[in-house]
């Protein structure tokens, strides 16, 4: 049968605002003719007007963190424990099977910018899209974040999935949850006003902080979620793996069997 791809992640890019200004990613760029000198010291008496045109390879050297671009979140992230007292896992230790299943999209674009979702707000997009949901479903939400990647807007941007919308889905057997925003939570500067207000300190990252009441993972930057139907496709998001790291990027794609 064809079979149709849809990139799902961003991709790695100097000088655009797609972290805090620690975060962002510098990527350094050595081309053909650049190296050509680094390969033949390579290679005793070689000179570089004997390679093919004169010229080398090229090759990057990037310098990130492990939450920079499309990543997938490992429980350890969030908290040390998981699941009532559980060592939280590593990405590493992130089971593979979590990470390839069936899609589920979430349309969440209408909500504002900081807006914390509810579990009856899932439950009401769930029933307007017919999906039931079922265990190792892996669910995406859609937000306004999605379109101002690169923006100077973008980490502001989009709704936030508190502590009651991720049980609502992790109780339900969901292992992966993916948003297009910035953080699975809302914004922290819509975060930061409401702590201002209220003072109570479990709204700070309590969807990350869920976790620690039921182990799961989540993908961070995911890209043309626009593009995806609300269910009748594959996620895979296998995450690199790095001993004992909080995160691990991934090229999360979206697979149709027409």
Request: charged fraction near 20%.
């Amino acid at each position: 049968m064809p079979r149709r791809i849809v990139d799902l992640s961003v991709a790695l890019q100097n000088d655009i605002p797609s972290d805090p200004p620690r975060n962002i990613p510098v990527i350094e760029y050595t081309n053909h003719e650049q190296s050509a000198a680094l390969v033949a010291g390579l290679f005793p008496g070689l000179t570089p007007d004997m390679l093919p045109e004169g010229k080398g390879w090229a090759v990057e050297k990037v310098t990130l963190g492990t939450h920079t671009g499309t990543h997938l979140d490992a429980p350890w992230h969030y908290h040390p424990t998981m699941s009532g007292g559980q060592r939280a896992i590593t990405i590493d230790e992130v089971p593979l099977d979590w990470c390839f299943g069936n899609g589920v999209k979430l349309d969440f674009r209408h909500f504002p910018d900081g807006y914390v979702v509810s579990a009856a707000e899932i439950e009401a997009e769930l029933k307007r899209i017919g999906h039931d949901l079922q265990p190792m479903d892996i669910v995406v939400v859609n937000t306004a974040a999605g379109k101002r990647f690169g923006q100077n807007n973008y980490l502001d941007s989009g709704c936030g999935m508190g502590r009651e919308a991720t049980l609502y889905l992790t109780s339900r057997g969901v292992k992966v949850t993916g948003t297009d925003g910035w953080s699975w939570d809302a914004p922290f500067s819509f975060t930061a006003r409401r702590f201002a207000e209220t003072h109570d300190p479990s709204i700070i990252w309590e969807g990350h902080k869920s976790g620690r009441e039921i182990g799961y993972c989540h993908i961070e930057k995911l890209h043309n979620l626009e593009d995806l139907p609300p269910f009748g496709f594959k996620i895979a998001c296998f995450p690199v793996k790095i001993h004992q790291a909080s995160a691990g990027w991934t090229r999360a794609v979206a697979i149709f069997e027409d």
